[in-house]
């Protein structure tokens, strides 16, 4: 009688698991900030990113996926956003990740997450810019945008630098004001609307900019020394929240992926503006492994464009799965 195969299991972990196994905090920033670093010996294989936009019903699919050599897995994420979900009381993103072995290929675990591991991993992005790029002191930061991410952004940016003053911009006043009301009591700060975008740039040294916008929310001549600002939410072509003409004014601009960025980020636009310079833009990864020096200086402005890649998918699902514990359902295959 020929042995029986081994028994294997795949764990199955809701989003309301995971979110009492994961947090936004500083080791969390810190598996994100790995990734970045392998990004940059070059080793990574991370395909382009497939993407499928819904415009009928302002919606758009993304697959992102990521295999970073030393990793136990790798991550497949499907992430749906479907941004009039807010208007029938939705979440504008969910979605999910499968966890693949690295070794043999097989599925060790679905993350049914809703988009709640993208979203705290895209929070972490942002902290490793600030932590890298912005102003060692930051008294005043500004986000434009309301929704979760915008949240999510300012509570990692305070951890690594711990502003005192928060302000708030977005189209509808009253989502703007909830937001600063909300990060006010979360961080325990002076959290307001701005006036205008305008108002929030000029008087912050550190602005993240989290929304789905197509035409550009920044301008050039809004810029000031000692400003740094990272822009994540163009991830996909038609999307830009920063003027082109900001961005090559900027002392410093640094990509998550320079092939993503040209196609789905801020980069696509200045290129398709004619304005970009030439030559290879530097990647984040490259400041994280001291390839280079990041910001010129105390006085400089930096501009840090944020797509999302698949080996930040492929980090926090393989740190997840280190810590189920006995979280999940297994479900024996």
Not at 205 to 210: A, E, G, K, P, R
Not at 246 to 255: I, P
């Amino acid at each position: 009688m020929p042995d029986s195969p081994p028994r294997r299991d795949i764990r199955i972990v809701t989003e309301t698991e995971l979110r009492q196994i994961i947090r936004l905090d500083r080791q969390t920033v810190d598996v994100i900030e790995a990734a970045f670093a392998a990004l940059a010996s070059g080793a990574v294989v991370m395909p382009p990113v497939l993407s499928m936009e819904l415009a009928d019903v302002h919606g758009e699919v993304d697959v992102k996926t990521a295999y970073i050599p030393g990793f136990d897995g790798f991550a497949i994420k499907v992430s749906p956003g479907f941004f009039d979900n807010p208007k029938l009381g939705l979440p504008s993103l969910n979605g999910l990740m499968i966890l693949f072995c690295a070794r043999t290929g097989l599925v060790q675990a679905v993350f049914l997450d809703n988009g709640h591991l993208t979203d705290i991993r895209t929070a972490a992005a942002g902290a490793v810019a600030a932590r890298h790029l912005a102003p060692e002191r930051v008294e005043t930061a500004g986000v434009i945008g309301t929704g979760v991410q915008a949240r999510l952004q300012m509570r990692a940016a305070h951890l690594v630098r711990p502003f005192s003053r928060l302000l708030v911009w977005g189209r509808d006043t009253a989502k703007a004001a909830a937001c600063a009301d909300d990060l006010a009591r979360t961080l325990g700060i002076d959290a307001r609307v701005a006036d205008s975008a305008e108002r929030l740039v000029r008087d912050s040294q550190l602005v993240v900019t989290t929304t789905p916008a197509r035409s550009p929310l920044v301008m050039a001549e809004w810029l000031h020394p000692g400003l740094h600002i990272t822009a994540m939410g163009s991830d996909q072509a038609g999307k830009t929240e920063i003027a082109p003409e900001a961005l090559v004014a900027a002392d410093l601009y640094v990509c998550d992926r320079a092939s993503q960025c040209e196609t789905m980020g801020e980069l696509r636009a200045v290129k398709a503006a004619g304005l970009w310079p030439g030559g290879t833009p530097v990647e984040l990864g490259q400041v994280i492994a001291g390839e280079h020096p990041g910001r010129p200086g105390p006085e400089a402005v930096t501009l840090c464009d944020l797509t999302g890649t698949g080996a930040q998918d492929t980090a926090i699902a393989t740190h997840v799965f280190k810590r189920l514990g006995e979280s999940g359902t297994s479900i024996p295959v």
